[in-house]
């Protein structure tokens, strides 16, 4: 079965630096998404991202957030400066077009993210 | 935008039933979602309902959906303690590639 793949699956980064979280969604998809889940918190929307550009982005995705997809493959989120509160785990999903939907938006298994 | 609620915590004896239950606000969602979500795991999709179908029953879950009520529920027959996991419903916005807005998620206990 297709799966979105997670690199690394966690990442332990000091305050102040940059970190790239990296996605590989499914190859056939054309929707990408990343979300965060503080621990013990709901699961929060961040971007969505169709046809090379964003589609969506929520209070929580400022400037110090962006996403790239530089190889037709890969997703990424940037993080350019973490603090403290970046800590969570970061789920990218992607799915497919509307009729596909009922296969639901399938997600990776996730990118735990600790700022020290 | 969508507000999407869920009661926190069930606890349930194994070989019982569970009822976990969903609020939202939009209703122009065609597909609502729940999602499985183990300790340290990612989100793994459950199940669908296609938001014209008031019941779908897939093996031990049954999907209820009252679109008058804007309310979601997912009944897990026979619950087992490997049931024992974060559901959470999760609702598409409107619009092409519409986010999708999760509940708080139901915190499940099966218990021997």
């Known amino acids: 079965e297709p799966e979105v793949t997670q690199t690394p699956s966690h990442q332990v980064t000091q305050m102040g630096q940059e970190v790239i979280l990296r996605c590989v969604p499914i190859s056939n998809h054309l929707y990408f998404y990343w979300y965060r889940q503080i621990l013990g918190q709901k699961v929060e929307f961040l971007v969505s991202?169709?046809?090379?550009?964003?589609?969506?982005k929520s209070e929580i995705f400022d400037d110090q957030f962006s996403v790239e997809r530089p190889d037709g493959s890969n997703f990424t989120l940037k993080i350019r400066s973490t603090k403290l509160e970046d800590s969570a785990m970061y789920f990218c999903?992607?799915?497919?077009?509307?009729?596909?939907?009922?296969?639901?938006?399938?997600f990776g298994s996730g990118t735990r993210l600790t700022v020290v | 935008g969508e507000d999407v609620e869920q009661s926190l915590f069930l606890s349930v004896r194994e070989g019982d039933s569970s009822v976990i239950n969903c609020t939202y606000t939009d209703s122009s969602s065609t597909y609502l979602y729940w999602y499985k979500q183990e300790p340290g795991a990612g989100l793994q999709l459950l199940t669908y309902i296609f938001s014209n179908m008031d019941m779908k029953q897939d093996q031990r879950l049954t999907v209820l959906l009252n679109k008058k009520d804007k309310h979601l529920s997912l009944r897990i027959a026979d619950t087992q303690t490997g049931d024992s996991a974060i559901y959470f419903c999760?609702?598409?916005?409107?619009?092409?590639?519409?986010?999708?807005?999760f509940g708080t998620g139901t915190r499940l206990q099966v218990t021997l």
């Open positions: 999903a992607s799915s497919g077009d509307i009729r596909q939907r009922m296969e639901g938006y399938t």
């Open positions: 991202f169709y046809n090379n550009e964003i589609s969506e």
């Open positions: 999760a609702v598409p916005n409107t619009g092409t590639a519409s986010k999708l807005t």
